[in-house]
């Protein structure tokens, strides 16, 4: 195959290509089959250009999951990325053409292993994709998510194979993830798009409806590179003017709602303002789909430490249905006041935990696990108001936790500071003076 048939250095016009001379002018079987080819596959997205159909278009544009196989035809015409541009223009027309051509080249670097290329292409075609959506309404939904999508992943393999190599090489990577970095830049004008789209109409039905599809790619890759502070700028407008939208999939599609609001619930957490955390992370997990096993797996993993840190415990069960059940010993260390039990199974689970970011959260558990711990011993100690600090001391020391009295009476003196007991400490005596009335209160410890 010449160029498509054409001249053999590419450059020749697009009508001595395309002319009615030339196509009498076909020689053998091999470059009408060829010109077919061409045709077929970027016709099939001027069709969908013209009828305005998303769906299809997003999935003949797709680089990983694209709806048919590429022809060998086709994929020898983008070895050439002006010529292919060339064809897809006169196909596809102005300001589509460049797009396909930018991303059929992406498919074929990614097929060859090319991935920088391959992102080279796709954030040029995502740029180019922007310019030429501004007056269209929301059939470009599905193609905004699948580009968004992609140029996310891409990126993020891109960044990969920089490392591997360096790696292979004992060399050091000057600038990591530094392609994930600048497709961030890219994602983000893909925000302010649909964020503010006028092209009219509900905004069920215009581009506004792919928005937290972003936001939550876009917060993927702040959580990658711990660059949390990035995400105010997308929230703090969704917050303000999307309001209850957030909870009707009049506007938003449900999936992408739990999406955004698993990735706020994850930032209030690291925030520590946990009953925000609590609220957007219950609100994803309980509207998540139960055939989702892994996102409602992903999604517990976070509600259960900041239910925890609030005495709120779950069913054994849940746990269990949700492959969890490695859990269990620790919520029940932190049930009962098991401290052993506690350090052994946080130590345990912590490699895990820290990188997950919900260890320091748990840890703070520990301060639960003390305040069971020590109502135990006022229960065997028959309730007496009066409880002796050398009672607590050797609670602790059989738990294998070594501890001295002036330790046991800071850990009481925090447990008071902090609601979970009412008394006072005789630092005199070395006695715990508990109320007559609810010495233990639960409220307290659910309003943390």
Known sequence: LKRCGGHPSGHTSLGAHFSSGRRGAIRNN??????????????????????????????????????????????????????????????CGEPWGPIAAKQTCARVALDRGETKKAYDAVVSAYNGFLNAIREEGGWVAPLIRTLTFEARVIAERADSEVSKRAKAANAHVAKPNETLRDVEKTLKKGFSACWTDRTGGPPGASKKRATLY??????????????????????????????????????FPVGDV??????????????????????????????CRTSSKSNKRAILEFLLPVRLRS???????????????????????????????????LKRHQRALVKKGTFLLLEQ?????????????????????????????????????????????????????????????SHQKAVLVVSKKDPFPTAAVMKR
């Not at 959580?223 to 209850?244: C, D, H, T």
């Not at 955004?260 to 994803?284: I, N, P, Q, S, T």
């Open 365 to 425: 558990s520990k301060i639960l696990v003390y305040r069971n711990l020590f109502k135990k011993v006022f229960l065997v100690n028959e309730k007496q108001t009066q409880v002796k600090l050398q009672l607590f001391e050797r609670a602790l020391q059989c738990l294998g936790e070594p501890t001295d009295l002036a330790e046991v009476e800071c850990v009481v003196a925090n447990l008071i500071y902090r609601g979970y007991v009412k008394g006072y400490i």
């Open 30 to 91: 091999s470059e009408r089959v060829a010109m077919e080819a061409i045709a077929q596959h970027f016709g099939a997205i001027q069709t969908a250009v013209q009828t305005q159909n998303g769906a299809q278009l997003a999935r003949l544009l797709s680089c990983l999951a694209p709806s048919t196989p590429l022809p060998p035809q086709v994929a020898g015409v983008v070895q050439n990325a002006q010529y292919a541009e060339d064809c897809a223009k006169h196909y």
């Open 214 to 251: 972003v936001v939550s790619q876009l917060m993927k890759i702040y959580f990658k590179l711990n660059l949390l502070k990035l995400a105010q700028p997308l929230i703090r407008p969704v917050e303000a003017s999307a309001g209850k939208a957030l909870e009707s999939n009049s506007v």
């Open 258 to 287: 739990v999406s955004y609001r698993f990735f706020v619930g994850r930032l209030r957490m690291f925030e520590d303002r946990y009953e925000e955390a609590e609220a957007h992370l219950a609100y994803a997990f309980a509207h």
């Open 311 to 345: 005495g709120r415990f779950p069913h054994p069960k849940l746990l269990e249905k949700h492959g969890l059940a490695s859990m269990l010993p620790l919520v029940n260390a932190v049930k009962v006041g098991d401290l052993r039990t506690f350090n052994s199974e």
